[in-house]
């Protein structure tokens, strides 16, 4: 079964740029879509975007002017940049394998915005 | 974007009795509708998808029920381990939505 695991940043200050990179193991990176998730302290779920191991992406109105969301293939990994964050981005970002619906998610990781 | 809805906000129930959570949505997702469990400090994990499929090694006293916006989820007898907050999602639309979540306590 596939493996996730997130990593980066524990802490972003206001208006600096969130980075997440997720590692994928025991199995490809390739012929899957991957995507992002996060939920706020104590709150609900939110999709973030996805990225298809092609490269092609798709990203939440709500973000897509601060988001982007990219794959390395020769490094089974996917990423998150999340621009001018404030302390309403404060969550625990998962990473997750497929769009639509998805049973294979990392263990999330707390990012906390705060000077 | 396609706004989810879950009733009770939290339900009470005893070991052994059923439980049934409700999720609504704004507009019709057809039968693109899932359920996850969440334990504290724990990521979800998908129990149905298809709004009536279970996902592998979900026990069978879980089930769901529904389409369009009107969508069920029983649990039939409750074991100790099914105490947690559970999510409705769709992914009829772009962006894919979840809602608020119902969290079934110890009454």
């Known amino acids: 079964q596939v493996q996730l695991q997130e990593s980066g940043p524990g802490l972003v200050k206001p208006s600096e740029t969130l980075s997440l990179t997720c590692t994928v193991s025991?199995?490809?990176?390739?012929?899957?879509?991957w995507s992002w998730i996060r939920q706020p302290p104590g709150k609900g779920l939110e999709w973030i975007g996805y990225?298809?191991?092609?490269?092609?992406?798709n990203y939440n109105p709500s973000l897509k002017s601060r988001v982007t969301i990219s794959v390395d293939t020769s490094k089974n990994q996917f990423s998150l940049t999340l621009t001018s964050v404030t302390a309403a981005d404060t969550a625990v970002y998962y990473c997750?394998?497929?769009?639509?619906?998805?049973?294979?998610w990392g263990q999330g990781t707390l990012v906390t915005v705060s000077s | 974007e396609i706004v989810m809805t879950e009733s009770p906000a939290t339900l009470s129930v005893s070991p052994g009795e059923r439980a049934t959570l409700s999720c609504r949505a704004s507009?019709?997702?057809?039968?693109?509708l899932a359920w996850y469990q969440q334990k504290p400090g724990q990521a979800p994990r998908l129990l149905i998808y298809?709004?009536?499929t279970r996902a592998t090694g979900i026990p069978v006293r879980f089930s769901g029920s529904g389409s369009g916006t009107e969508f069920t989820l029983t649990i039939s007898s409750l074991q100790s381990e099914d105490f947690a907050v559970y999510y409705c999602?769709?992914?009829?639309?772009?962006?894919?939505?979840f809602g608020p979540g119902t969290k079934v306590e110890i009454k």
């Open positions: 997750a394998r497929d769009a639509a619906y998805t049973n294979d």
């Open positions: 025991g199995g490809s990176i390739r012929s899957y879509y």
């Open positions: 990225v298809y191991y092609s490269g092609t992406t």
């Open positions: 507009q019709s997702v057809s039968s693109n």
């Open positions: 298809g709004a009536s």
């Open positions: 999602q769709q992914y009829n639309k772009w962006p894919f939505t």
